[in-house]
């Protein structure tokens, strides 16, 4: 078990998982309908068979779900983006892939796969249904097909998180430019279908209470609490953009912190872990950089004191185990604060737990760590950050869940590089 959900096993290589969820959900399908199956045509019989068939309809129904996540799967995959994950839960299902689509047309291909799916899986379902034989397997059949016509056309709705919101998406990206005008257009275009699924979800709760306090219905119930889902998720699409966006603006020197110190690159090791490191453990993870005759000689790599024999400390000075200014992973502070954040995921960066700032002569003008770059954020989106947590990342941890600032500055450096490339003067054939 991995954060409550389950992992059943693999499909074509994607990891698949049951949320807890979804036992609830199962639970209440099989119930209704068993009761159903048991209404129409096992009256005189035993009713436990109507609950199995029950049971048996809303597997059908999440086989369904799980082909429709699948659909999308493929199709990213086939545009190269590794899926991590499929998951069912309550509300159907998600798949969870790397990176998005990098053209709209791609990001539109992989909307509208799902829904395909759902509709083959109508067709399909519909035309067993319309052959002879058992009144209760073509009831099953007939259901079964229903089930997928209101999977895809609900899904087709235009607003996020939905399938449709996804493909509204696609469609403002493309009308604002798509590539050409890089992240902006994108998250504009997300921007907009956020806001459009916030106002399905808003009629979506407002329509299910007044099935229930006017009509008496119970079903408005369930339609106000899917509402609430598309509302509640179109919301965090709206937040997550606009943290993009503001990430766009800020560069390192708008993170950068002077929490760092400079001795002299002449102190043997002995003195040096005397003086500065013995009096505390978080001393051991403060930058240290070492100068002489006025000038940086470069960083101490502290985590390598533990491997050099002790009887070796009494001679050897930090300048001979300084890393130079300019082998280590640093930024300027003009660098876009996601070159900064993409770099402090290096293997060397992780060593220390931060970057580098350099000024334009080359000295060193500040540090950077992650616990750095979420307060920058923060600050500039007007958001409350508890102090523990910044201490969290300056530790070493991993940005909040939710947040993938990573894959964000990946990407922005990809549409960077891409940009260059565009702008690149062509050789002469």
């Known amino acids: 078990m991995l954060q409550g959900r389950w992992q059943l096993g693999n499909i074509l290589g994607?990891?698949?998982?049951?949320?807890?969820?979804?036992?609830?959900?199962?639970?209440?399908?099989?119930?209704?309908?068993?009761?159903?199956?048991?209404?129409?045509?096992?009256?005189?019989?035993?009713?436990?068979?109507?609950?199995?068939?029950?049971?048996?309809?809303?597997?059908?129904?999440?086989?369904?779900?799980?082909?429709?996540?699948?659909?999308?799967?493929?199709?990213?995959?086939?545009?190269?983006?590794?899926?991590?994950?499929?998951?069912?839960?309550?509300?159907?299902?998600?798949?969870?892939?790397?990176?998005?689509?990098?053209?709209?047309?791609?990001?539109?291909?992989?909307?509208?796969?799902?829904?395909?799916?759902?509709?083959?899986?109508?067709?399909?379902?519909?035309?067993?249904?319309?052959?002879?034989?058992?009144?209760?397997?073509?009831?099953?059949?007939?259901?079964?097909?229903?089930?997928?016509?209101?999977?895809?056309?609900?899904?087709?709705?235009?607003?996020?998180?939905?399938?449709?919101?996804q493909a509204l998406k696609a469609i403002v990206w493309k009308l604002k430019g798509g590539t050409q005008n890089g992240q902006q257009a994108r998250l504009a275009a997300t921007r907009w279908a956020a806001r459009s699924g916030q106002f399905f979800g808003a009629l979506g709760i407002g329509a299910g209470l007044l099935l229930v306090f006017l009509a008496g219905e119970g079903s408005g119930l369930w339609l106000s609490l899917i509402g609430w889902f598309v509302w509640r998720n179109a919301q965090r699409y709206d937040q997550l953009s606009a943290l993009q966006l503001i990430l766009q603006t800020l560069t390192a020197g708008d993170a950068v912190t002077r929490q760092f110190r400079v001795v002299s690159a002449g102190l043997t090791l002995a003195e040096f872990a005397q003086t500065y490191l013995l009096d505390s453990a978080e001393n051991w993870f403060t930058p240290y950089y070492c100068a002489s005759d006025g000038r940086y000689r470069g960083l101490i790599p502290v985590y390598l004191l533990r491997d050099i024999e002790r009887s070796d400390w009494n001679w050897m000075t930090l300048g001979d185990i300084a890393l130079p200014l300019a082998e280590i992973p640093s930024v300027t502070a003009k660098s876009p604060l996601t070159e900064a954040i993409a770099l402090l995921e290096s293997p060397t960066a992780q060593k220390f737990r931060f970057l580098t700032v350099l000024d334009p002569a080359g000295a060193v003008a500040g540090v950077i760590d992650r616990g750095d770059v979420l307060k920058a954020l923060a600050q500039r989106a007007n958001l409350a950050l508890p102090e523990g947590e910044i201490r969290r990342l300056k530790e070493g941890g991993l940005y909040p869940e939710g947040l993938p600032l990573v894959q964000w500055a990946q990407t922005a450096l990809g549409e960077t590089k891409k940009e260059e490339r565009n702008l690149a003067p062509n050789p002469s054939p």
């Open 14 to 165: 994607i990891p698949f998982y049951l949320d807890r969820s979804w036992f609830a959900i199962a639970a209440l399908l099989t119930w209704s309908n068993g009761a159903l199956l048991n209404q129409l045509f096992f009256r005189q019989g035993s009713p436990w068979l109507g609950f199995i068939l029950g049971f048996v309809l809303a597997l059908l129904l999440f086989a369904s779900v799980l082909l429709h996540e699948l659909g999308h799967s493929l199709v990213a995959r086939y545009q190269g983006i590794r899926v991590n994950s499929i998951t069912l839960f309550l509300f159907g299902g998600v798949a969870a892939i790397e990176r998005e689509p990098a053209t709209p047309e791609g990001a539109l291909a992989v909307a509208l796969a799902g829904p395909a799916v759902s509709l083959a899986l109508w067709f399909l379902c519909q035309s067993g249904a319309w052959l002879p034989g058992a009144g209760v397997g073509r009831f099953m059949l007939a259901d079964v097909g229903r089930l997928n016509l209101f999977l895809a056309l609900f899904n087709l709705l235009p607003g996020l998180p939905l399938d449709g919101g």
